[in-house]
Structure formats: structure tokens, C-alpha cells
């Protein structure tokens, strides 16, 4: 709950600037104080007098409005608040927060705020994959601004991808985030966990031993440091862990997309036991057997590498890590799998024993910078381990 918490609310240029009202009424509703922003874009989208009225509060929109500068101008709007929120963030605001331009209201608010500051983007996917963008957010991301979506779908030209604002729930949720105790407060973790299920036929499929149990608790653990935790999850028999947002999943290409939909993030943990193979065609009936006939042989194909895929993208976060399960030359593997894969670390475990589905593990911390060899540990204790490290390196 936001309850007592007071935001400035910065409303920007795009189309999307509708949902800003939605999430004015959800904040509300949670308890907090909005104080509404319009820039001269976003007023070409929603109007003053509609904001004003959802926010039950004087909506401000001129750097240069004497009336405001009497009520202490733009600083006291930065000090004010509790947080900063800009949704919807444009293309222009993001460049000029980057830059540091104060050129209108809202620039001027968050080169002079001290708060916290979420932003939500929001425009064409286009823009949005831009080098000059994808620049941008880096070095807002690198000074500890927070980002919620955006989410891909369809646009409002007959387009799709990602570059639609994040739904009103979502930026609630990561607004509440932003007040959460603890070290990873305000910071988005992505986590993949559990195996994936490969199709053969509508009721066969091809999968491996992973329960889910140590990316699970790394996601709890994740959260109980503050973080907003988004959890891709294979097909699992244990239960959500608390404060986490799972995201449900069968195979590795769903598991890919799930989590390329959940950047940007500030760090990813691929705990998953992605299979590497599927089979290269599900057959839409289920197979009958043929008597005195030799089954037909499975024919795979390659899955897609998703801690590869994150530890290469565009919208990489600041922090990949990976695990390797291996049965023989534990380390010397992992040392060839941080490299390949390109991630900056990896979690290794010895999977010879009953690691897969059981309750305890012994680890490795393989980095550039060397090896760290972690006791047998029950794996929440594996994963406070991990959420605490994860916090040191992002500080
Ligand atoms: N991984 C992934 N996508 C895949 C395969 C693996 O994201 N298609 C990730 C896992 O989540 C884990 C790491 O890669 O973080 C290593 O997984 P592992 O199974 O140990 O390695 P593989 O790449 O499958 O290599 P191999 O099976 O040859 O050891």
C-alpha cells in the first residue's frame, strides 16, 4: 500500500498518456498523494482538466508560471514528493533526462529532484530499438533510475512490438517497490526457473528433473531484499513464491519470450533447466502406435539459449548470471560456459547426486575474477547467499 506516500505523477507525449489516468486511480485508491506534471506532449493527449480531477490536485505545466515559481517553482515540486513517476515516458523526455536538459517543467523536476525516479516508456517499437534510445536508457539505468515495461503488443499504428506503456497494475506494482525495505529496493530482477516441456504430440513431451526449487527460493530471496522479482517459470509442482510475478510457461521458446517481455531489468538469473532440444516437429495428433511396427524415430532441433539471447541483447541488465549443471570437470565447464554464453557469472553445481529436485546444494561462484566455493547449503541458504551478492553488485 502507498498509503501516506506522496508522487509526483510526470505525464509526457504518446498516445498511451490515456493509461496515466488509470494509474493516477489505482495510486489513489492505494492511498498515496498525486501531484499531476502534464508536459506541453502529453497535454496533446489528455487534457489538464482530466488529470486534475483524477488526481484531485492542481495540475502543474509551466516552467515559468509566476504563480508557481512564488510556490517555490520546480525545486520545491522535486523535493516534495516521496518519488518521481513519469508515465508515459517519451522517446524526447528519456533523451533530455539522459542529457540533462531542463528545458521545460518536467526536465527541470529531475535534474533537481533527490527522490527516487521510476520511468515507463512508452512510443513506437521502432523508436524504442533505436541505438540512441537503447543509449539512453543505459545511462539512466547506470544512475539508478527505475524502469517498468514497456511490454510488447500491438501499437497504436497498425504495428507490434515492444514499446507499449506498462498496464496501470504493473507501474502500481513497481511503485510500491520503490518503497520497499532493503538493499534491491526499487530494482527489477528477472529470474527463469524449473525445466521446460518440449512437445512430441498433445500428450507426450520430453523434460528433465528440475523441481523449480532454487531459482524459486533465489526469487524469493530476490524479493525479500527489495526487489521487484518478475519469475519465468517451467512447469513446476511448488508453490509462487511471495511478492514475485510469475509468468507461467511450457517450453523454452515460450520461456525465451516471457523473458525478453520482462526487460528491461537490472539483473537476470537463469536458474532454469532450459532443454536444449525439442523435438523438431509436435505432432498435432497424438502418435498411435503401429503393431508389429518400430516406432518412428524423434528427430530434435536446437532451442533457442536464453542466458545467451540475455547475455548479448540490446536491453541487456547490468547483471547475467547463469548456473551450469555438471556431472564431471565442474569448474574448468563453467569457466568455457561464462565465456560462451557470455554472462557474468555462473552459479556451478555438481548434479551427479540428487541436486535435481533435492533440497540441498553444494555451488561454485565462478566470475572473471575467479572461484568461490560455497558450502553444502539448503538452497534457500544457496539463494539468500546469491540475493545478497547480486545486492553488493548493483549497489
Ligand atoms: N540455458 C538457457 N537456455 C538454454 C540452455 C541453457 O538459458 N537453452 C541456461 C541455463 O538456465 C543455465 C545455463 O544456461 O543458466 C547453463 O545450462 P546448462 O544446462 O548447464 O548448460 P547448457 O548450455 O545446456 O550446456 P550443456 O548441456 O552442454 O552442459
Known amino acids: 500500500m502507498l498509503t501516506g506516500r506522496h508522487l509526483l505523477l510526470i505525464v509526457s507525449g504518446s498516445i498511451a498518456a490515456y493509461k496515466a489516468l488509470e494509474l493516477a486511480r489505482l495510486l489513489r485508491r492505494d492511498g498515496a498523494r498525486v501531484t499531476p506534471v502534464l508536459t506541453a506532449g502529453g497535454a496533446q493527449f489528455v487534457t489538464p482538466h482530466a488529470l486534475q480531477a483524477i488526481c484531485g490536485e492542481a495540475v502543474m505545466q509551466d516552467l515559468w508560471s509566476l504563480e508557481q515559481e512564488a510556490a517555490g517553482g520546480h525545486i520545491r515540486l522535486a523535493r516534495a514528493p516521496d518519488a518521481v513517476v513519469v508515465a508515459p515516458a517519451s522517446a524526447d523526455l528519456l533523451a533530455r533526462m539522459a542529457t ?48 517498468v515495461g514497456p511490454e ?27 518503497f520497499s525495505a532493503g538493499p534491491l529496493a526499487g530494482r527489477h530482477v528477472l529470474v527463469t526457473s524449473g525445466p521446460t516441456h518440449e512437445p512430441l504430440d498433445p500428450v507426450r513431451y520430453i523434460a528433465n528433473r528440475s523441481s523449480g526449487r532454487q531459482g ?46 520482462a526487460l528491461p531489468a537490472d539483473a537476470a538469473v537463469c536458474a532454469a533447466a532450459v532443454a536444449d532440444f525439442r523435438p523438431a516437429t509436435a505432432v498435432a495428433g ?80 565462478v566470475t572473471a575474477a575467479g572461484v568461490e566455493d560455497w558450502p553444502l547449503l539448503p538452497k534457500p541458504q544457496v539463494a539468500a547467499r546469491l540475493a545478497a551478492r547480486i545486492a553488493e553488485a548493483l549497489a
Not at 126 to 137: Q, S
Not at 164 to 170: Q, W
Request: net charge neutral.
Open 216 to 261: 524459486h527460493a533465489i526469487a524469493a530471496a530476490l524479493a525479500a531484499l527489495g526487489a521487484r522479482v518478475t519469475l519465468v517459470s517451467g512447469p513446476v509442482a511448488i508453490a509462487d513464491p511471495p511478492g514475485v510475478t510469475v509468468v507461467r510457461v511450457e517450453t523454452a521458446a515460450e520461456m525465451l519470450a516471457a523473458t525478453e517481455a
Open 152 to 178: 510488447n503488443g500491438e501499437m497504436a499504428e497498425p504495428e507490434s512490438g515492444y514499446g507499449r506503456l506498462a498496464e496501470p497494475p504493473t507501474m502500481l506494482a513497481a511503485i510500491r517497490a520503490l
Open 286 to 365: 497424438k502418435i498411435k502406435k503401429i503393431a508389429g511396427m518400430a516406432p518412428a524415430p524423434i528427430t530434435l532441433a536446437l532451442n533457442p539459449d536464453i542466458l545467451a539471447t540475455l547475455s548479448h541483447h540490446a536491453r541487456r541488465p547490468r547483471l547475467v548470471v547463469g548456473f551450469a549443471a555438471e556431472t564431471s570437470d565442474l569448474i574448468e565447464n563453467a569457466r568455457q560456459k561464462l565465456a560462451r554464453k557470455g554472462c557474468d557469472w555462473v552459479v556451478a553445481n555438481d548434479v551427479s547426486g540428487d541436486v535435481m529436485g533435492g533440497s540441498d546444494n553444494t555451488v561454485h561462484l
Open 100 to 147: 540533462g536538459l531542463a528545458s521545460d517543467l518536467a526536465g527541470a523536476i529531475l535534474l533537481a529532484t533527490t527522490r527516487p525516479v521510476l520511468v515507463a516508456p512508452a512510443m513506437n517499437p521502432t523508436m524504442w530499438a533505436h541505438p540512441a534510445t537503447v543509449a539512453n536508457v543505459a545511462v539512466l539505468r547506470a544512475r539508478g533510475i527505475a524502469f
